[in-house]
């Protein structure tokens, strides 16, 4: 059974860090592109950082680039997101999403890891979610 489970949410007070973890049973992480993404009440799922399949591609999402960072550990069959400098507007539910095979072959071309981590439906398996706050 495939089955991807995020942890390392948390609260957390402004200008702070968290690591979050999305771990994967039932199938090797290391063949599959990865997204990390976030929902914020009354908001739309928006993608926040994507890695493709030979972690040659990332994207962020400009209220992100330069505080998180997107990694691998194909041994932990892990995928992390490193999340410093955070803000109130960080807020959010965080998920991570696997991309099906043929979907995270194509993640080889960094246009397709930046198109994919627009669209949450061209992600095939999801966790289901940890709770990250931001507040003083």
């Known amino acids: 059974q495939v089955q991807l489970v995020e942890s390392g949410g948390g609260l957390v007070q402004p200008g702070g860090s968290l690591r979050l973890s999305c771990a994967a049973s039932?199938?090797?992480?290391?063949?599959?592109?990865i997204g990390w993404f976030r929902q914020a009440p009354g908001k739309e799922r928006e993608g926040v950082s994507c890695?493709?399949?030979?972690?040659?591609?990332?994207y962020y999402a400009d209220s992100v680039k330069g505080r998180f960072t997107i990694s691998r550990d194909n041994v932990k069959n892990t995928v992390y997101l490193q999340m410093n400098s955070l803000k109130p507007e960080d807020t959010a539910v965080y998920y991570c999403?696997?991309?099906?095979?043929?979907?995270?072959?194509?993640?080889?071309?960094?246009?397709?890891?930046?198109?994919?981590?627009?669209?949450?439906?061209?992600?095939?398996?999801w966790g289901q979610g940890t709770q990250v706050t931001v507040s003083s």
């Open positions: 999403a696997a991309g099906s095979p043929r979907e995270s072959r194509r993640t080889r071309d960094i246009t397709t890891v930046q198109a994919m981590c627009h669209m949450p439906s061209r992600w095939n398996y």
């Open positions: 039932g199938f090797t992480l290391d063949y599959y592109a």
């Open positions: 890695i493709s399949s030979n972690d040659v591609n990332t």
